[in-house]
């Protein structure tokens, strides 16, 4: 479930569990991480090629950035933290939950 404002367009990642973190999310990477040459280069779905390594150190810095703007990691953390669901950003309360 996704947490986002109608107002102003903030948003966070989706609440997090066992099955869906980012922690998770980064063991993916970790075969790719261990079994492959980091040197090697890899098409993008644009085209472009880039190394191994900056993909899954492109990938950790995305997770590093859900970690830090994550506001409420779990929705019944959200529901007793912010009942009202006022946005953390604009203060109106237009928080909702898809």
């Known amino acids: 479930m996704f947490l986002h404002c109608h107002n102003c367009n903030w948003e966070q990642d989706d609440f997090w569990d066992q099955h869906y973190n980012p922690a998770r999310s980064v063991l993916d990477w ?3 991480l261990i079994n492959n040459d980091l040197n090697q280069y890899v098409k ?3 085209k472009e ?3 191994l390594r900056e993909i ?3 990938e950790f810095e995305k997770k590093a950035y859900l970690i ?3 506001r409420y990691q779990t ?5 007793e933290n912010n009942p009202n669901g006022v946005c953390p950003s604009c203060g109106k309360r237009t928080l909702d939950i898809d």
């Open 56 to 58: 899954i150190a492109k």
């Open 30 to 32: 970790e075969s790719e």
């Open 75 to 79: 929705i019944d953390q959200f529901k």
């Open 49 to 51: 090629q880039m190394q």
């Open 68 to 70: 830090r703007q994550m």
């Open 44 to 46: 993008l779905e644009t």
